[in-house]
């Protein structure tokens, strides 16, 4: 039993790290995107904008998740995605790719509700933030192979082919995990929820609670000043790194930060996990004015890249374990995890992108710290909750 659930959760992190791959395909093309189309950094966080605005459904797909089968919604998620992802290539103009974008966003909003509600109910007593972790880590690593990947095969064959490829490959992690993973959930024992909280929504029904909307507030506003689809261009710009070069660098950043997250799955089952997300918050802060000030070597930037990598994924087991525990462990405390990173997104791509074109890259890093140190003074608030 243990070894079929671990080999489960395996194959679910795979598919998170496919869908990451997706979801970044975009921002190492940037530059080139930005060129063929002839369109300012400001509509390029359009692509940002569209996905965000119907990402917000996450949230409300949790209630679909938990009345049909997740396997059989991830499937027809991850297929439509890999239709959306080829047909980018096809793009005859920016619009169009907008279009795409808009139909790859509604196919993967029940992605994540279905599969941490599938790693939740797989993981043991006492370890959901390590599980989470485990599962989240796959995303991540599809975001650092994939930038690097998308990068490289775009210098080699350009943009439009290179969109073509990775999702055709794709479909064979899909396969692997229709083949693999069971349809039926291995049961688990109800986790211990604090009495307040179990008071307050149940233990059989989901309920929107004040510390559910705080939490989504706080994601939201963090959100907000998330650069991590603009380092590539940032590298670009700032540091006249080529494309490849830019999305090595990327790379690297999210290949330790996926490490941090395991890291930050171990000490959320042991420590306060508000602190752990107020502490990230405020240390998301501190690395970007030093990103954006700084004027540093090779060296130096990919310490200061990897500081902020670790500092923005450290925190994440911890949000989406206390986003279950204000929900009763309901796959709809993920989805609304996921929605206040979306309604955050909506306006953080223009709204960086706009900075860039009237700042320039630096300048615009610096102005964008403050919603860190915001966020991370509304994690605060959580402290008067015993979660």
């Not at 941490?116 to 650092?144: C, D, L, N, T, W």
């Not at 790194?241 to 999210?254: K, N, Q, R, Y």
Request: aromatic share 10%.
């Amino acid at each position: 039993m243990a070894k079929s659930r671990s080999i489960e959760i395996g194959i679910l992190a795979l598919l998170h790290g496919l869908q990451h791959v997706y979801l970044n395909a975009l921002p190492p093309l940037y530059l080139l995107l930005r060129a063929e189309f002839n369109i300012s950094t400001l509509q390029l966080g359009m692509i940002g904008s569209v996905l965000g605005i119907i990402s917000v459904l996450q949230g409300p797909a949790g209630y679909l998740v938990e009345k049909t089968s997740h396997k059989r919604l991830v499937v027809i998620s991850m297929l439509i995605c890999s239709i959306a992802v080829f047909f980018y290539s096809l793009s005859p103009s920016f619009l169009f790719l907008l279009a795409f974008i808009a139909i790859y966003a509604l196919s993967q909003v029940t992605f994540h509700p279905a599969t941490y509600s599938m790693v939740q109910r797989r993981s043991p007593e006492g370890h959901r933030a390590k599980y989470i972790a485990y599962h989240q880590v796959g995303g991540f690593v599809g975001s650092a192979i994939g930038t690097v990947i998308i990068a490289y095969l775009a210098s080699i064959y350009g943009w439009r082919t290179t969109l073509q490829i990775i999702p055709v490959v794709g479909v064979i992690v899909i396969l692997l995990f229709i083949k693999i993973v069971e349809e039926k959930e291995p049961t688990r024992n109800w986790t211990a929820i604090s009495d307040d909280i179990r008071s307050k929504q149940g233990r059989d029904q989901f309920r929107i609670s004040t510390p559910l909307l705080v939490l989504v507030l706080g994601i939201s506003i963090f959100s907000l000043g998330n650069l991590l689809r603009y380092i590539p261009l940032f590298l670009s710009e700032a540091y006249g790194e080529t494309v490849v070069w830019a999305g090595i660098l990327t790379s690297i950043m999210h290949a330790v930060g996926s490490a941090s997250s395991l890291l930050g799955g171990v000490i959320s089952d042991k420590f306060d996990k508000v602190s752990i997300m107020f502490g990230s918050h405020i240390l998301v802060g501190v690395s970007t004015i030093l990103l954006g000030v700084g004027r540093f070597s090779s060296v130096i930037l990919l310490l200061m890249l990897v500081l902020y990598g670790v500092a923005r994924y450290l925190p994440v087991p911890a949000q989406h374990a206390l986003s279950s525990i204000v929900a009763s462990e309901h796959p709809q405390g993920i989805g609304f995890s996921y929605t206040g990173i979306a309604l955050g997104q909506i306006f953080s791509d223009p709204l960086i992108g706009y900075f860039i074109d009237i700042l320039g890259v630096r300048s615009a890093f610096v102005v964008c710290s403050i919603f860190s140190f915001i966020s991370g003074s509304i994690m605060l608030v959580f402290k008067k909750w015993k979660l």
